[in-house]
């Protein structure tokens, strides 16, 4: 299973971007996994953003995200978004999304970066003030 994030890039405070993860291999099937999101600034370990279940109705956001990112998948195109609006230099640093096999979704599993089985190579996001 491969994840390629993309959609990272330079935006002013107050702007918007809208992050892809496409992921990929003969053995991924979309509806047997959890996708998550997490950041790491420069200097700081990972973050976590925001998480979706495998059909899309469940969510789980870090509680400096809410109101602010919005988590989405479209499972026939095996790819999960993360719409990022009203950025703060802040929400400045890489971005990864990573694959959890499971579909029972619990705050608290969803929000550790050691739970989830592949991970994408990162898209950086710059928020300049």
């Known amino acids: 299973v491969q994840l390629q994030a993309s959609g990272g890039g330079l935006v002013q405070a107050g702007g918007s971007l809208r992050l892809s993860c496409e992921a990929s291999?003969?053995?991924?099937?979309?509806?047997?996994?959890?996708m998550g999101w997490f950041r790491q600034a420069p200097g700081r370990d990972h973050e976590f953003v925001a998480a979706?279940?495998?059909?899309?109705?469940?969510?789980h956001y870090a509680d400096s995200m809410k109101g602010r990112f919005v988590v989405s998948r479209d499972n026939t195109r095996n790819t999960v978004y993360l719409q990022m609006n009203a950025l703060k230099p802040e929400d400045t640093g890489v971005y990864y999304c990573?694959?959890?096999?499971?579909?029972?979704?619990?705050?608290?599993?969803?929000?550790?970066?050691?739970?989830?089985?592949?991970w994408g190579q990162g898209t950086q996001v710059t928020v300049s003030s």
């Open positions: 990573a694959g959890k096999r499971g579909v029972t979704f619990q705050a608290r599993d969803v929000m550790r970066d050691d739970g989830y089985d592949y």
């Open positions: 291999g003969r053995t991924f099937e979309a509806t047997h996994y959890i």
């Open positions: 979706i279940n495998w059909n899309g109705r469940l969510t």
